[in-house]
């Protein structure tokens, strides 16, 4: 197990530059065997998550040369073999390969994917997107059998706007005969950089980014160059730092747009903010922040992403804020640390409430899933004394070089393995 260790109640001072998205990588990376040919995709993150998608390549026999910030992926001898469940597990990402593999070989067999325990995480409108395409899907024992004899777009309403399934449906459609339009799709950038990628291969992918996505299906995909934008949870998650404890902050390589809502309840709560064009600076921690309340919501609402870093702040303003989740049942298992912290809150159904400021002591935590050790990293800062937080592992899943962008702007943060 790996854990950190962070001495707090230092500021923060000078410039930390975000990696690319995770969540645009993590479908990029499947996404990119949908062609025979070489794709080139730079602003890669070396995270953990990267390098288990990059263990299903290779077990796919599929070429990859990874260098610093790039991966080149050619897929010209790759086998369509069963993905087991020791590789589906490491994250949930790997349910990008159902849809590539189905688009590409008209068939997929893979376990049920891992990631963080936020919630039941179905994957059950990822499947009707695949049966609606002509897909047939059988269930044995947490393994999934996914095939067609021929894939044909078809009209798809998602239930609900699921990131994962507007995306796995991209993914099985761009080769179908005919047109698919996905109905009621996520909006997430992270879709649009998606589609952005499919189409610099050939694909003709139109609306991504609003809720109606068409797809009109190609035969053949060629090879490309992409670039990965930069990850506004990262962005966000260390601009929630910086108002914690920056002196001042700059956060560079950010889309500023991507975290309007962040953005707006910083300035809210009364947090001093310069935002530039790709750039935000926390001028500096505000001991006088105002409560808010907020409320969880799909792109472009409060990323739930940023809710358990934020419930941090939200301990240090004055008075009674809430937070309430809408998107995952399970998102507030950092709120008993965060209470063994010092934080006054108390949680009804999906709901919290928080009663601010309240000094932060340092004290053991667990990282219980990615963005609650990152609002533990947040809490650990503030915090006077020591904090040591386990299951750290969680952490690397998403923020590249997260102690050695700390450390440059003034943290004093360690992490070893026990
Ligand atoms: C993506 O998860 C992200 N993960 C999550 O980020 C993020 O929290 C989430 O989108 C919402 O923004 C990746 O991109 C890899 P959903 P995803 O399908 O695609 C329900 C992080 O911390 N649902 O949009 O799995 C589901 O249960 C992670 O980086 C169904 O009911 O999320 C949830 O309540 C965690 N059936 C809601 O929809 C389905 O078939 C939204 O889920 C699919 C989803």
């Known amino acids: 197990m790996k854990i950190i260790e962070i001495e707090g109640g230092r500021q923060l001072k000078g410039t930390i530059r975000v990696s690319g998205a995770k969540n645009a990588t993590v479908a990029l990376i499947p996404a990119a065997i949908l062609t025979d040919e070489e794709a080139t995709i730079c602003n890669v993150p070396e995270i953990t998550d990267t390098e288990a998608l990059c263990d299903i390549l ?50 997929a067999v893979m376990y049920f994917p891992g990631g963080c325990s936020i919630g039941a995480r179905p994957i059950d409108l990822h499947l009707k997107g695949f049966e609606a395409l002509g897909a047939t899907v059988r269930n044995e024992k947490n393994k999934y059998i996914v095939e067609a004899k021929e894939l044909k777009g078809a009209n798809i309403y998602l239930d609900i706007a699921s990131v994962g399934a507007t995306i796995n449906i991209m993914l099985a459609a761009v080769k179908a005969k005919g047109t698919t339009i996905i109905d009621n799709a996520a909006k997430e950038p992270e879709i649009v950089n998606v589609a952005t990628f499919l189409n610099s291969m050939g694909a003709k ?14 035969d053949y995909l060629h090879q490309c160059f992409h670039e990965v934008i930069p990850d506004r949870i990262e962005a966000g998650s260390y601009i929630i730092m910086g108002a914690l404890c920056g002196n001042p902050l700059k956060i560079d390589n950010v ?3 991507h975290i309007d809502p962040l953005l707006s309840k910083l300035e809210e709560m009364g947090v001093n903010l310069e935002i530039g064009s790709d750039y935000v600076i926390v001028l500096g921690s505000n001991k006088n ?9 799909v792109y472009p609402g409060f990323p739930t ?20 989740e809408t998107i995952w049942e399970n998102r507030f298992m ?54 040591t937080i386990t299951n750290a592992e969680h952490i690397l899943r998403g923020y590249e070089q997260i102690i050695e962008k700390l ?12």
């Not at 922040?289 to 919501?297: G, P, S, V, W, Y």
């Open 334 to 387: 950092h709120i008993p640390y965060l209470k063994d912290l010092g934080a006054d809150i108390e949680v009804k159904s999906q709901t919290a409430t928080i009663i601010g400021p309240n000094p932060l002591i340092g004290t053991q935590v667990v990282a219980t899933d990615l963005r609650a050790g990152a609002a533990m990293v947040a809490a650990g800062l503030l915090a006077e004394g020591k904090t």
């Open 407 to 418: 450390t440059a702007v003034g943290a004093k943060i360690n992490i070893k393995e026990i």
């Open 289 to 297: 922040l105002k409560a808010t309340n907020i409320k969880t919501a």
């Open 305 to 324: 992403d940023l809710q358990q870093p934020f419930t941090v702040l939200l301990t240090q303003a004055n008075g009674k804020s809430k937070v309430t």
């Open 205 to 218: 992918i139109t609306g991504a980014g609003t809720s109606t996505i068409k797809i009109v299906g190609v």
């Open 255 to 257: 889309i500023p747009e």
């Open 58 to 107: 290779k077990m796919l026999k599929v070429q990859i040369n990874r260098s610093t910030e790039s991966i080149i992926i050619n897929p010209k001898d790759m086998n369509n073999i069963e993905i087991t469940e020791k590789f589906s597990k490491k994250l949930r990402a790997s349910y990008y390969f159902m849809g590539a593999l189905l688009g590409k070989y008209k068939k």
